[in-house]
């Protein structure tokens, strides 16, 4: 079935690095563009980046724009989270959605909390 | 950016009867192609996000037809015509018309 698995959260300090992966299945991977979106706890969702269908765009939040970076590997299906810098105000979950315009299949999320 | 406004912030419902959560966007979300990319979500509690309503008014696959969306360019509209309790958890609206995409703040329903 159409699914996506996001992996890589955990506790990290301030100014350190971390990336996500979201692993995807059940769907052609590379017709869809994807997004990473965040919820901070009991807060509402923060979109944070896309990436286009073939990677040839790619938009950030003003929030981490410069820290974070969104790539694509279409011979794993997985679409990467590379946050650098990090921020306690990056803590969150962070969600991957499929689809430019209609955000369709949501994971699970995995877990970043920045902490020192 | 575009601000998506949300209200009421919380509705309490009594099974069975309707429910209306609103939208307002501080700008068209009209794109240039013509579509407008307005989604309503819904997110149970523990739950990830899920999509209900895409462009305005299409319900996405298995979702109740008791959910329906309307509206146009900057006012719009979800309603539940007989709230169940499956329904309990927050809405979101949002725009993907242009980046950033931006989400309204959220409306918690919640059965009286």
């Known amino acids: 079935q159409v699914q996506l698995v996001e992996s890589g959260g955990g506790v990290v300090q301030p100014g350190r690095s971390l990336r996500l992966s979201c692993a995807a299945s059940g769907f052609t991977f590379d017709i869809y563009g994807m997004h990473w979106v965040r919820q901070t706890p009991g807060k509402g969702l923060e979109w944070v980046a896309t990436?286009?269908?073939?990677?040839?765009?790619?938009y950030y939040a003003d929030s981490v724009k410069g820290r974070f970076t969104i790539s694509r590997d279409s011979s794993k299906s997985t679409v990467y989270l590379h946050m650098n810098s990090l921020r306690a105000e990056d803590t969150a979950v962070y969600y991957c959605?499929?689809?430019?315009?209609?955000?369709?299949?949501w994971g699970q999320g995995t877990t970043v909390t920045v902490s020192s | 950016e575009i601000v998506m406004t949300q209200s009421p912030l919380s509705s309490p419902v009594t099974l069975g009867q309707p429910a209306s959560i609103s939208c307002r966007s501080s700008q068209s979300l009209v794109h240039s192609n013509g579509n407008t990319y307005f989604n309503w979500l819904q997110q149970r509690p523990g739950q990830p996000p899920r999509l209900l309503i895409y462009?305005?008014?299409n319900r996405f696959s298995g979702v109740p037809d008791r959910f329906s969306g309307s509206g146009a360019g900057t006012d719009f509209t979800l309603k539940i015509s007989r709230v169940e309790a499956e329904d309990v958890g927050v809405y979101y609206c949002m725009q993907a018309t242009q980046f950033p995409n931006t989400f309204g703040q959220g409306t918690k329903l919640e059965i009286k």
């Open positions: 990436i286009w269908y073939d990677g040839t765009y790619k």
């Open positions: 462009r305005i008014s």
């Open positions: 959605a499929r689809d430019t315009y209609l955000m369709d299949v």
